[in-house]
C-alpha cells in the first residue's frame, strides 16, 4: 500500500522526466535519420563516422573536456583538502560557490574584458614592458576561463567527501606515524573517491559539448562537435546532421558515466 502511493505521489516527477527527458532524447534520435529533403536516411551517421573533420572535432571535444577537467581537478582537490580543515570552512565555501550564481555570459563578458587587448591583464604586461600580448582567441585562454568556469563543480562533491571522513582515522594515522602525504594518499583519497568520480562526471559531460565559450573565448580556432551543432542548427539548417551529432554526444556522455560509475556498489563493496 505504501510503495503503490509512493508511485502516486512520483506521478509529477514521471511526467517530467517524461516530457522534458525522455521525449527530447527520442525527437533527436528521430532526426538525425532525417535528411534535408526530409526523407528517411542513414547518410547522416556514415558521413559523421567516414568525415576526417568530423572525428578530429570528435577527438578535440574529448581533448579539450580531458584538459578541462584535469586542470579543474588539479585546482579542487588540494583546495577542497585544506578548506575541509579550515575553521571557517563555511565562509570559505560560500566564496567558492559565489560565482556559480552569476550568468555564465556574464562571466564570460567579464574575462573578455581582462584578457582583451586593452583589458587589465595587458595593461600590466605593457607595465612591466612585457608588451601587449593576444591573450584571447587562444587555446589558453579558452581552457583557463572553462576551467574557472567548471571549477565549482568540481570542487563541491570532492570538498563534500573529504569533509565525510572522521576525523578519527587522521587521527589513528598519524598516531601510527604517518606522514601528512601518507594519510592524504592513503587515507584521504581512497575515502574520497566518490566525490572525485561525481566531480569528474559533473565536469567532463558538460565540457564535452561547449559551444558559446569557444565562439567567445576561443574565436573559432578551438572547434568542437558543440560548436558543430550550434553551427548545423542556427547556420547550414542541417538538423539531421546536427541531431547526429548529438546523438554521438549523448551515448559518449552514457560511456563517461558507465566509465566513472561507482563499480563498489555492484559488489557490495565500500571504497576504502
Known sequence: MKQSRLHLLAIPYYLWLLLFVIAPLLLLLQQSFISTDGSFTLKNYQHFFTSANYLRMTVASFWYAFLVTLFTFALAYPLAYFLSRSQRKDLWLMLVILPTWVNLLLKTYAFIGLLGNAGPVNTVLESLGLGSQQLLFTDASFLLVASYIELPFMFLPIFNSINEISPNLIEAATDLGASKWTIVRRVVFPLSLRGVRSGIQAVFIPSLSLFMLTRL????????????????????????????????????????????????????????
Open 217 to 272: 573565448i576561443g574565436g573559432n580556432r578551438v572547434i568542437t562537435l558543440g560548436t558543430a551543432v550550434e553551427q548545423h542548427f542556427l547556420v547550414t539548417q542541417n538538423w539531421g546532421m546536427g541531431a547526429t551529432i548529438g546523438v554521438v554526444l549523448m551515448f559518449a556522455m552514457f560511456l563517461v558515466l558507465f566509465m566513472t560509475r561507482d563499480r563498489s556498489k555492484a559488489g557490495g563493496k565500500v571504497d576504502a
